[in-house]
């Protein structure tokens, strides 16, 4: 409900004039309170991102096809105002009065999304939105790839949704500008990225243009098609191609040099936001550097430990050059890469099955990237299919495949696919009776640190494949907790930056560059996968040690994985009612 002005208590407004009003609507019955709240936030964040509704929510909602994000100053503060309301209508319900599971999950999910969500507000994010990693000339070609057009009506929504889009350009232009005028800027690095995106795009004949996908899909209705073809001609690629002249010769120069946030207005407070909104707890740059610090000592012996059972050696520099030169650790090609990766994801299930309860039935597939992204910085992805019927998508990153090592592929692959992303992802949309807003208002902390817990839950199952795995995945863990707080808030150089992710083995000077652009354009997102992964790690040590010989790994599987992508402190404090409650039976 973006643009919803609450000036009345219209009926999609009622929990929002009961915060206004003093209504005690919670106490009388915080079950129907709290659905309220849900489902108005639900209705505010998809009309906020309409877009998002194709990925986690077509079984539970009807998207629209003719929509477009409202990134106007306008939407923004009529967004944050319904957003303040709601948030004040939920802190008056008593979440011990919440008798169902169900409705715990979507308190605590909602409670800590608006709390992150209102604090990030200082950040002043869209204007200094330019990204080569989630900016729209990332995303849009992903909506066109799934834009339907099999109806007259679905054509026709197609037509007006990509109508909009030269005023949607006009408008994260105007917020760019908005935001030079005030001291916020991207890095010029980053905007590199992205104009070399844009000219991808500008540059493609538009039968290859992936924002023209879905035209190329309507077979059989020329009508449509030459409509379609006369807009991108007319309106939307000169729209494009003026962005990104914009970006080049104008927004690029007066760019900032400096990687770190902390060069923004109120930088600092914005790192610690951010860090907060990617955690789902309150850690902070200090806390997260020391554990990371001390994470990365603990890997590193681990690793050297393993490289002397397997290779005789311990200097650590000589650990990284046998592991990488090694012929049988290596791909010979492209398509090689892809082929094993295809080969590892249904192994990976098979073998990973006995450590859960259950196993989704979801399918997923491994893709490249569309050309037009190749060789612009995009690491490997998951993306989510609502529709259990279809498959998931494992997008992965082949640029490198020269230096990539086999290791390192099954890594990522078991992150991306089984039992990581992919498991944790298909179980949660699996999940009867939880509020649709749980999909949305969801951890990264714990969608990350998941599939970075799958990573050593890979290697009890057996899944790397000659060795070298079992090195290299301890040789990078936790480093993002050091150096991406390390470049924002404790004055890394780049140079230092590049030479403490270079020991990982998992870079070379061009990829530890594009992984610094990575953390400038998401100051604070690389913290998550190990924050989210030491919580997992130490919930599951705690259960060990207190359950002893009753602990059942698909137990604590399943515990962790039923509510959803919980706040970092809901998923404890679940699973520690779960440890209690097998400590006192166990005592009766």
């Known amino acids: 409900m973006r643009n919803l002005l609450l000036a009345g208590c219209g009926a999609l407004a009622i929990a929002a ?198 035209a190329m899909r309507a077979e059989g209705e020329p009508e449509f098609q030459a409509e379609t073809r006369t807009l991108f001609e007319n309106e939307v690629m000169p729209a494009i191609a003026a962005y990104r002249d914009f970006l080049r010769d104008v927004y690029m120069p007066a760019a900032r040099e400096e990687l770190s946030i902390s060069v923004l207005p109120n930088g600092a407070a914005c790192y610690e936001a951010m860090l907060r909104g990617y955690h789902t707890a309150k850690i902070g740059a200090e806390r997260t550097y ?26 650590l520099d000589a650990i990284q050059e046998r592991v990488k030169a090694d012929p049988q650790n290596r791909f010979s090609s492209e398509q090689e890469l892809i082929d094993y990766t295809r080969e590892l994801v249904p192994l990976a299930k098979e073998k990973t099955a006995p450590f859960f309860k259950a196993m989704p039935t979801q399918d997923l597939v491994v893709e490249q990237y569309p050309e037009y992204l190749r060789g612009t910085g995009q690491p490997s992805s998951y993306e989510a299919n609502a529709d259990a019927s279809k498959p998931a998508t494992y997008n992965i990153d082949t640029d490198h495949w020269m230096t990539q090592t086999r290791g390192e592929a099954d890594i990522v692959a078991v992150h991306e696919g089984w039992p990581g992303h992919h498991m944790q992802i298909a179980t949660a949309l699996g999940i009867e009776g939880l509020h649709p807003i749980t999909r949305v208002a969801v951890s990264i902390a714990y969608i990350e640190g998941w599939a970075r817990y799958a990573e050593g839950l ?93 602990f059942d790994i698909r137990e604590f599987h399943q515990r962790v994985l039923e509510n959803g992508a919980v706040p970092l402190g809901a998923l404890r404090e679940h699973v520690e009612e779960w440890i209690d409650e097998l400590e006192k039976g166990a005592a009766q």
């Open 290 to 315: 020391e554990r990371g610090r001390d994470e990365v000592d603990a890997n590193r012996a681990g690793a050297i430990a393993r490289a002397e059972a397997l290779l005789g050696e311990s200097d």
């Open 17 to 214: 004039c009961s915060a206004e009003t003093g209504t005690k609507s919670s106490d009388a019955d915080p079950a129907a309170s709290l659905k309220s709240i849900a489902d108005e936030y639900l209705e505010a964040v998809t009309k906020r991102d309409p877009f998002s509704v194709y990925f986690t929510l077509t079984d539970v909602m009807t998207p629209d096809h003719a929509a477009m994000p409202d990134i106007s100053p306008e939407a923004r503060t009529s967004f944050a105002s319904q957003e303040d309301v709601l948030l004040a209508q939920l802190l008056k319900i008593d979440p011990a009065k919440l008798t169902s599971r169900a409705d715990w999950v979507a308190y605590q999910s909602m409670k800590e999304a608006m709390e992150a969500d209102v604090d990030l507000r200082q950040c002043h994010q869209d204007w200094w939105s330019v990204s080569h990693m989630i900016g729209w000339q990332n995303g849009f070609g992903d909506i066109a790839s799934i834009q339907p057009v099999s109806t007259p009506e679905e054509r026709a929504a197609a037509l007006v949704r990509w109508g909009k889009l030269p005023a949607f350009i006009a408008q994260d232009r105007a917020n760019l500008e908005k935001g030079l005028s005030e001291g916020y800027s991207a890095p010029k690095s980053v905007v590199a990225r992205v104009v070399a995106q844009l000219d991808g795009l500008v540059a493609a004949p538009l039968d290859q243009n992936p924002f023209f996908d879905f």
């Open 458 to 550: 890979a290697e009890e199952a057996g899944l790397y494949r000659n060795g070298y795995g079992e090195i290299s995945r301890r040789m990078w863990p936790a480093r993002g907790m050091v150096v991406d707080p390390g470049i924002h808030v404790f004055g890394w150089t780049n140079e230092d930056a590049i030479e403490f992710l270079k020991e990982s083995g998992r870079f070379d000077d061009e990829t530890a560059r594009s992984a610094l652009d990575r953390i400038a354009t998401i100051p604070g997102q690389l913290t998550a996968y190990d924050t989210g992964g030491l919580e997992i790690r130490e919930l599951r040590r705690e259960a060990e040690e207190r359950l002893g010989d009753r």
